[in-house]
């Protein structure tokens, strides 16, 4: 539907016509200071238009029919086996001229045979066999000239099929030889020299995609790095895992070892199989006192009742039980019960573990491995695509002529001036600021914020005071953090007073909720009025941060910011300044200014900046809401104030439920403040991949035209979605001038070479990278009605990278998003809270998250915060 506007005088009544993403307006930008010579991790692909690849459905079950009334769901791992096993037993199906997805799809080079096959699968024991019915059906014989022509511009719509069909292609090799895990690709065995601990291993592998570009097709290929559950028994992962586990303590921490166990995959010891097994829980009873009884289907056997040992030691009569007194762990689906011995099963290879679950120690030798200096990473991707286990190793991809180019593109990018950075003077005059000519830092010395905020009631909370001598946060901070804030340009009086706490305080809300309202209540009658802040003083990252913020932000009503007191006690002045910068913010101050008013438009219209992502709940998670989270800008002049708004909504729903009543809330706080409602919207959107581009158009945007229709009121949109979750990489050529840290400039702008054919995209690696290899962010214009020209786009998105108001330094993600981002987190952690605050109090003792119920206004905010930025 290209003619639909948001504003009122052109605004279209059908919603029924396909809205696609704009076009490219000009053939890129050419603002510059400079050029950089730059290698990309895009690998072009050539292939044969004329080629056709088929399409088949699989369907599998087993012969006998159907169980207990409804076919029979099979794993995975199941149906890869029957796969290759049909493939083995018919020379008519090669095995090298297709791929797999897994599932359900076969993409064959060849023609192959439909209709129904037997497929007889024997047992471990091979005393049993059991007999399937693979029914193969030709779905679609995919043209690749199809994707020719969409690269060419010919057709405006992606052929998705044909896209997906060969990208499955180029997974096929690495998937028969490697572990899969999400997206990425991991050897099966891991380095003893990246072990983390706690049963857990970091494991090197890549990931990869088939990218449409303006060169044609490319690969994208990138190194990544993840934490997984080593391959070890699971009486051993709970020793290293569960911290005082013993064999005798699986009463006593029944709920630690629920938590490590419950939906990990499982293989046994005493039978060769493959076969794979969901931990549901484990048994109250131990191994030697299960029972169950046996029933003859032909009943011409009475049932009896048979001890679980017994019937193991019987079937498998070299099998010796150690550990008798053990549970078992139960890994029935289906409402159906299946109790093994626990010391019989073995961690499967390759589960993910959340890195934000590592300890200290663990999460900084991941994030060491992962930060890999450019050139270092450079040739770990070259290697990648070489290796035989790799996605051109094996003739695979040559059989559908598919050839991969094995040099990395090379490019020519453009490094956009930085804006003009204002602070203010010591006599209180607006003062320009320079950056460091390579880093494009600035500090505060000789200089204050352009508007700091008075700070005259606020507390100590210090957690730190019944620690360890060395933990305990010293008398100097707090005189030093007064004197540096005041330097910095707030006026901060000593706290009204210091309150000694325990860090075990913060374990439960139930607990921090009557100290935070006594201090509140203290706060009023000694300093006659509602506290500012309360600064929480604490000995170590913990879960209980969560706690502060839930209660703090939705009970109490009081602003909070944490630090850390081995950090507090340093005493260095950049934390310092650091921490003052959060505190002004927090409080509603700007800490820089530019000189030129954004966004760049030529008229003096009131513009409002949206900011929008969706976080959704941890892997492993079954039923926890998703939140979506909204900032939108209410500074006029430069976009540096916000407020916001979070909503929960169903489990991992990407789509913002409400969207255009959201965005009416930011419009009307816009008005309350500035006395007129915006004309422009600039909306950028995170967490949404290409495939997902048609929900924002379709549904996204045409909510926010629905709800601006039933307000009566309009304004002009544009609309870009802004994606870090990507691997392109940018590296800077041997001949390039290069910097301490060999990673592309800040301000370098890509949009040539591997950007979109023809709509209209950009990468932007807008900030320093000091360690690792940068990433760059890409832009991508779903909806523009203010007519940006590349360049004014461009530089509009890095002026306002230098806006962010915690650091001194521009950021690599456009302030609003970034802002969203961390909203919707604080959301997340609102919910945990919530949940965790119910099950300590008894309603769901050990019930997993997807069946806690929650109260849907865990996010309703104080009253007294509820327009602040309290969330940087």
């Known amino acids: 539907m290209q003619a639909l506007k948001i504003s009122e005088e052109t605004s279209s009544s059908s919603s029924t016509e396909r809205i696609l993403p704009i076009k490219r307006p000009d053939k890129g930008g050419v603002q510059k200071i400079r050029t950089v010579d730059i290698l990309v991790n895009h690998f072009p692909v050539r292939f044969n238009p004329e080629s056709v690849i088929r399409h088949y459905d699989i369907d599998v079950r087993p012969e006998e029919g159907f169980a207990r009334g409804r076919p029979t769901k099979l794993s995975k791992s199941s149906l890869s086996l029957l796969k290759d096993k049909l493939f083995a037993d018919n020379s008519e199906f090669p095995l090298e001229m297709t791929g797999y997805d897994g599932e359900k799809n076969i993409f064959s080079a060849v023609q192959l045979p439909t209709g129904q096959f037997t497929v007889k699968l024997s047992d471990e024991e091979g005393t049993r066999q059991r007999s399937f019915i693979f029914t193969v059906n030709l779905v679609n014989e995919l043209k690749l000239h199809k994707l020719k022509d969409y690269l060419r511009g010919d057709v405006l719509q992606l052929p998705r099929d044909v896209l997906q069909a060969m990208d499955i292609v180029m997974k096929e090799n690495p998937r028969r030889h490697m572990v899969s895990i999400g997206k990425t690709f991991h050897p099966a065995d891991f380095d003893p020299r990246n072990d983390l601990g706690g049963g857990i291993a970091a494991s090197k592998g890549f990931q990869h995609s088939l990218k449409p570009t303006s060169q044609g097709l490319a690969l994208c290929l990138d190194y990544s790095v993840l934490a997984v559950r080593k391959r070890i028994s699971v009486l051993e992962f709970l020793k290293e895992h569960v911290y005082g586990f013993e064999f005798g303590s699986f009463q006593r921490l029944k709920r630690q070892i629920m938590s490590a166990l419950k939906g990990l995959k499982v293989t046994v010891t005493h039978r060769r199989t493959k076969q794979k097994y969901t931990v549901t829980g484990f048994t109250d009873q131990r191994a030697c006192d299960i029972t169950f009884t046996t029933e003859d289907p032909n009943g011409q056997v009475p049932p009896k009742t048979v001890r679980l040992l017994d019937y193991f030691r019987e079937k498998y009569p070299e099998l010796n039980i150690k550990h008798p007194t053990l549970p078992c762990l139960d890994v029935g689906k289906g409402g159906r019960v299946n109790y093994l011995p626990i010391e019989l099963c073995v961690l499967v290879e390759g589960q993910r573990y959340p890195k934000e679950d590592l300890d200290y120690n663990?999460?900084?030798?991941?994030?060491?491995?992962?930060?890999?200096?450019?050139?270092?990473?450079?040739?770990?991707?070259?290697?990648?695509?070489?290796?035989?286990?790799?996605?051109?190793?094996?003739?695979?991809?040559?059989?559908?002529?598919?050839?991969?180019?094995?040099?990395?593109?090379?490019?020519?990018?453009?490094?956009?001036?930085?804006?003009?950075?204002?602070?203010?003077?010591?006599?209180?005059?607006?003062?320009?600021?320079?950056?460091?000519?390579?880093?494009?830092?600035?500090?505060?010395?000789?200089?204050?914020?352009?508007?700091?905020?008075?700070?005259?009631?606020?507390?100590?909370?210090?957690?730190?005071?019944?620690?360890?001598?060395?933990?305990?946060?010293?008398?100097?901070?707090?005189?030093?953090?007064?004197?540096?804030?005041?330097?910095?340009?707030?006026?901060?009086?000593?706290?009204?007073?210091?309150?000694?706490?325990?860090?075990?305080?913060?374990?439960?809300?139930?607990?921090?909720?009557?100290?935070?309202?006594?201090?509140?209540?203290?706060?009023?009658?000694?300093?006659?009025?509602?506290?500012?802040?309360?600064?929480?003083?604490?000995?170590?990252?913990?879960?209980?941060?969560?706690?502060?913020?839930?209660?703090?932000?939705?009970?109490?009503?009081?602003?909070?910011?944490?630090?850390?007191?081995?950090?507090?006690?340093?005493?260095?002045?950049?934390?310092?300044?650091?921490?003052?910068?959060?505190?002004?913010?927090?409080?509603?101050?700007?800490?820089?200014?530019?000189?030129?008013?954004?966004?760049?438009?030529?008229?003096?219209?009131?513009?409002?900046?949206?900011?929008?992502?969706?976080?959704?709940?941890?892997?492993?998670?079954?039923?926890?809401?998703?939140?979506?989270?909204?900032?939108?800008?209410?500074?006029?002049?430069?976009?540096?104030?916000?407020?916001?708004?979070?909503?929960?909504?169903?489990?991992?729903?990407?789509?913002?439920?409400?969207?255009?009543?959201?965005?009416?809330?930011?419009?009307?706080?816009?008005?309350?403040?500035?006395?007129?409602?915006?004309?422009?919207?600039?909306?950028?959107?995170?967490?949404?991949?290409?495939?997902?581009?048609?929900?924002?158009?379709?549904?996204?945007?045409?909510?926010?035209?629905?709800?601006?229709?039933?307000?009566?009121?309009?304004?002009?949109?544009?609309?870009?979605?802004?994606?870090?979750?990507?691997?392109?990489?940018?590296?800077?050529?041997?001949?390039?001038?290069?910097?301490?840290?060999?990673?592309?400039?800040?301000?370098?702008?890509?949009?040539?070479?591997?950007?979109?054919?023809?709509?209209?995209?950009?990468?932007l690696c807008s900030h320093y990278g000091s360690i690792g290899t940068s990433k760059p962010t890409h832009y991508h214009v779903l909806w523009d009605e203010h007519n940006f020209s590349s360049d004014k786009l461009q530089q509009l998105i890095y002026d306002l990278c230098f806006t962010f108001a915690r650091c001194c330094k521009p950021v690599s993600l456009v302030p609003p998003v970034y802002y969203a981002d961390d909203l919707a987190y604080r959301g997340r952690l609102y919910y945990e809270a919530q949940t965790e605050s119910r099950l300590s109090s008894g309603s769901s003792s050990s019930s997993l998250a997807s069946e806690v119920t929650f109260d849907e206004n865990f996010y309703k905010l104080h009253s007294s915060i509820e327009n602040g930025m309290f969330f940087i």
């Open 362 to 763: 663990a999460a900084a030798f991941l994030k060491e491995m992962s930060l890999v200096q450019p050139n270092d990473r450079k040739r770990t991707i070259c290697g990648m695509l070489k290796d035989k286990h790799g996605p051109c190793g094996g003739d695979i991809s040559t059989n559908f002529g598919i050839d991969v180019l094995k040099d990395m593109t090379r490019l020519q990018g453009r490094v956009i001036k930085p804006p003009q950075l204002m602070l203010k003077a010591e006599n209180g005059n607006m003062v320009g600021v320079a950056v460091d000519r390579e880093s494009c830092q600035w500090n505060l010395i000789r200089n204050t914020v352009v508007e700091g905020k008075s700070l005259l009631r606020w507390a100590v909370l210090d957690f730190s005071s019944n620690g360890r001598p060395a933990d305990r946060l010293n008398d100097s901070f707090i005189p030093k953090l007064v004197a540096r804030c005041n330097k910095l340009g707030l006026y901060m009086n000593e706290p009204l007073f210091t309150e000694a706490g325990d860090m075990r305080q913060i374990a439960s809300a139930e607990a921090l909720l009557p100290l935070m309202e006594r201090i509140n209540n203290r706060a009023r009658q000694v300093g006659k009025g509602n506290l500012q802040l309360l600064l929480c003083v604490m000995t170590r990252k913990d879960h209980g941060y969560k706690h502060i913020k839930w209660v703090s932000e939705t009970k109490v009503g009081i602003v909070t910011q944490c630090c850390l007191s081995k950090m507090a006690n340093k005493g260095q002045d950049q934390y310092l300044a650091n921490l003052g910068m959060k505190i002004n913010a927090k409080l509603g101050g700007i800490n820089v200014d530019l000189s030129n008013p954004l966004p760049l438009f030529d008229d003096d219209s009131h513009v409002m900046l949206i900011g929008a992502d969706v976080n959704h709940p941890r892997p492993m998670d079954v039923g926890s809401p998703s939140i979506a989270a909204l900032v939108g800008s209410t500074s006029r002049r430069v976009a540096t104030k916000y407020v916001q708004r979070i909503s929960a909504q169903k489990h991992r729903c990407e789509k913002i439920i409400g969207f255009g009543r959201l965005c009416l809330e930011l419009i009307e706080s816009y008005e309350k403040i500035n006395g007129v409602k915006p004309q422009k919207l600039i909306i950028f959107r995170d967490g949404v991949s290409e495939g997902q581009f048609d929900m924002v158009l379709h549904e996204e945007l045409l909510d926010l035209e629905r709800a601006m229709k039933a307000s009566g009121f309009f304004c002009t949109v544009t609309l870009i979605v802004a994606q870090k979750r990507h691997q392109t990489r940018l590296f800077l050529e041997p001949q390039s001038k290069q910097g301490r840290s060999n990673n592309v400039p800040p301000g370098t702008v890509v949009d040539t070479t591997i950007i979109h054919p023809f709509e209209f995209d950009f990468y």
